[in-house]
């Protein structure tokens, strides 16, 4: 089993910035897509982004492109989240995810990732 642990997120205004982190064994990290998917209260778990295993691909969902950021550090084995300009309809636990298969484009389907964080809150008020 492969754990992936998440840290950061919190509150804060709509407008402003909050980051994630997620960190995933050494072994399997230069292997892996990650992702980022959330899912808010009553609803399904959506993609966020995406970025591939040589961090040469990523990918966003369209609500979420121009404000977020995903990027990956091999010396850490992390894989980041930056968010700003956030806005109350980002409010979701948000998980980080790894996909072992290497898929061109990335994927978006959250069937496809096999390893999962624990999903950190994000609240963001009006």
């Known amino acids: 089993q492969v754990r992936l642990v998440e840290s950061g997120g919190g509150s804060v205004q709509a407008g402003g910035s909050l980051s994630f982190s997620c960190e995933i064994a050494a072994r399997i990290f230069s292997s892996v897509t990650m992702g980022w998917f959330r899912q808010a209260p009553g609803k399904d778990r959506e993609f966020v982004a995406a970025?591939?295993?040589?961090?040469?691909?990523?990918r966003y969902a369209d609500s979420v492109k121009g404000r977020f950021t995903i990027s990956r550090d091999g010396t850490k084995n992390r894989v980041y989240l930056q968010m700003n300009s956030l806005k109350v309809e980002d409010t979701a636990a948000y998980y980080c995810?790894?996909?072992?298969?290497?898929?061109?484009?990335?994927?978006?389907?959250?069937?496809?990732?096999?390893?999962w964080g624990q999903g950190t809150q994000v609240t963001v008020s009006a």
């Open positions: 970025i591939a295993w040589d961090g040469g691909n990523r």
């Open positions: 995810a790894a996909d072992a298969i290497r898929r061109i484009p990335l994927s978006e389907d959250r069937n496809l990732y096999e390893y």
